[in-house]
């Protein structure tokens, strides 16, 4: 097995630093390439963990690699270091600018440069997203490789009728990539669960492209969502969740209370949050008694009653 590390210069910051992306390259024989992404948001700070874990894992030998592995740790470096979703210097959300621009906004810069460098010449692509600092998610994109989808081996699956333009699997379809994007983790809480969690759907995926040695796990029952609500409130307060950490995956009836936001100066209760759907599945939600801004991601429910149940694999 070889390793190479590549830096590839983006632009000169302000004070004096490199931007560049550091992209890593394991060769272990003439099987698929498959490119691993994450921190393509700043604070979905789980993925680079899990990479991190993974390279440890085939530099130690305890995984057996049957093709190429290029890794891309931290996709926006400056929101990385910011903790924020989005680039501190132009506010922009890298996964929404994809193709970038050589010539546009630092972040446009920073997406030509993943597209130009790491969005080529593979096989299969993963991209690792989570909650945020606050949020923690659980459920995995199911659009252009539903067996790879399948195999991370989440409960819930969505496929979006409009997907978001501009963002790297945008890429990966204009250049028939077959892609998974993983939404699973973030927020201070439970990460060792979702750090190991992460790992071992993604050596499932690994493992299903031939990738890395072994025969896949089959895919357990899943829930395929069609219908996602984004729930953000209007009352910016103190967040009192009604919902934690292990509810995510989980079905509620509807009205449901989720969460109530009271105001910190009046003590007055500003906002009620419960589920939409009569049979809502919770798929996003805050574990912390913590103020919230008004318009920020707080909850998301997906439908049950429009979700299909996908039989367990063989
Ligand atoms: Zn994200």
Redesign the pocket.
């Known amino acids: 097995m070889e390793h190479s590390v590549e830096r590839v210069p983006v632009a000169t910051m302000v004070n004096g630093s490199e931007l560049a992306l550091t992209i890593h390259t394991f060769r272990g024989g003439d099987g698929p390439v498959v490119g691993l992404s994450a921190a393509?948001?700043g604070d979905?700070t789980i993925g680079p963990e899990v990479l991190r874990r993974l390279a440890a894992l085939l530099e130690r030998s305890e995984v057996e690699l049957r093709g190429t592995l290029r890794m891309l740790p931290v996709g926006n470096p400056l929101a990385y270091e910011a903790n924020t979703r989005n680039t501190p210097t132009d506010h922009v959300n890298l996964?929404r600018v994809f193709p970038g621009d050589p010539n546009g906004w630092v972040t446009e810069q920073l997406a030509a440069k993943i597209a130009k460098h790491f969005l080529t010449d593979l096989d299969a692509y993963v991209d690792f997203?989570a909650g945020g600092a606050y949020p923690v998610v659980d459920y995995v994109y199911l659009t252009s490789a539903p067996e790879l989808s399948r195999a991370f081996g989440t409960r819930l699956l969505y496929r979006p009728k409009d997907p978001y333009p501009g963002t790297t699997a945008t890429i990966a379809d204009e250049r028939g990539i077959p892609s998974v994007t993983v939404e699973l983790g973030g927020g201070l809480f439970h990460e060792e669960e979702y750090a190991t969690r992460n790992l071992d759907g993604l050596r499932n995926v690994l493992r299903h492209v031939g990738v890395l040695a072994g025969d896949a796990t089959p895919a357990p029952e899943q829930i395929l969502m069609h219908d996602l609500a984004v729930i953000r409130p209007h009352h910016g307060g103190i967040l009192v969740p009604q919902v934690r950490v292990p509810d995510l995956a989980r079905e509620v009836e509807g009205g449901t209370v989720l969460g109530r936001i009271y105001s910190p100066y009046t003590f007055e209760l500003l906002e009620t949050i419960t589920a939409p759907f009569a049979r809502s599945l919770l798929v996003l939600l805050r574990d912390n008694l913590a103020p919230i801004h008004p318009g920020s991601y707080m909850y998301m429910v997906g439908d049950a009653a429009t979700a299909e149940t996908l039989p367990a694999g063989t």
Request: aromatic letters at 0%; glycine letters at 0%.
């Open positions: 393509i948001h979905e996964n997203h």
